[in-house]
Nanobody, 121 residues
């Protein structure tokens, strides 16, 4: 199983970016999906998460600006980021809990490779 993240880049403050993360490989089902970020010198933090049923949660710093969504048919999670601020600059990582075999109840966490988001002031 692989998670491939894309969509990062350089944007001015107030701009927007949309991140995508697609899971591929042998997949029976995908449970929770999420985006995390890690800024230089800081710990990785959870930014947003979405359950298989579509319930979402956000860290306070991005509420009202970021929107997480998913396309379950494509095993893909998105992060729409609006009104970006310089403090949003970080490497963004996606992760997902994935069940590989239909005859198993075991879910394992997988991580994408990270995509750089840089917001200039």
């Amino acid at each position: 199983v692989q998670l491939q993240a894309s969509g990062g880049g350089l944007v001015q403050a107030g701009g927007s970016l949309r991140l995508s993360c697609a899971a591929s490989g042998k997949i029976a089902s995908v449970d929770d999906m999420a985006w995390h970020r890690q800024a230089p010198g800081k710990q990785r933090e959870l930014v947003a998460s979405i359950t298989s049923g579509g319930s979402t949660d956000y860290v306070d710093a991005v509420k009202g600006r970021f929107t997480i969504s998913r396309d379950s048919a494509k095993n893909t999670v998105y992060l729409q980021m609006n009104s970006l601020k310089p403090e949003d600059t970080a490497v963004y990582f996606c992760n997902a809990r994935i069940r590989r075999y239909s005859n198993s109840y075991y879910y394992q966490a997988y991580w994408g490779q990270g995509t750089q988001v840089t917001v200039s002031s």
